[in-house]
């Protein structure tokens, strides 16, 4: 079973990825494409997004 940190932040993650989105569609923000990997650590990597205003 994961700890209750590793729960949390793969909950915050979770938070984090949806409000990435949440700007893309809300905003129409173009660019590169967000790419979230998460590996064993329950770490995130994403590339860079270049604002189209």
């Known amino acids: 079973m994961p700890s209750k940190k590793t729960?949390?932040?793969l909950l915050n993650i979770n938070t984090l990825m949806?409000?990435?989105f949440f700007l893309i569609n809300k905003y129409k923000v173009?660019?590169?494409?967000?790419?979230?990997?998460i590996n064993n650590y329950a770490?995130?990597?994403y590339l860079t997004i270049n604002v189209i205003l």
Not at 30 to 37: A, D, L, S, T, V
């Open 43 to 45: 770490t995130v990597e």
């Open 30 to 37: 173009y660019g590169n494409k967000i790419i979230f990997k």
């Open 7 to 9: 729960k949390e932040l």
């Open 18 to 20: 949806t409000y990435f």
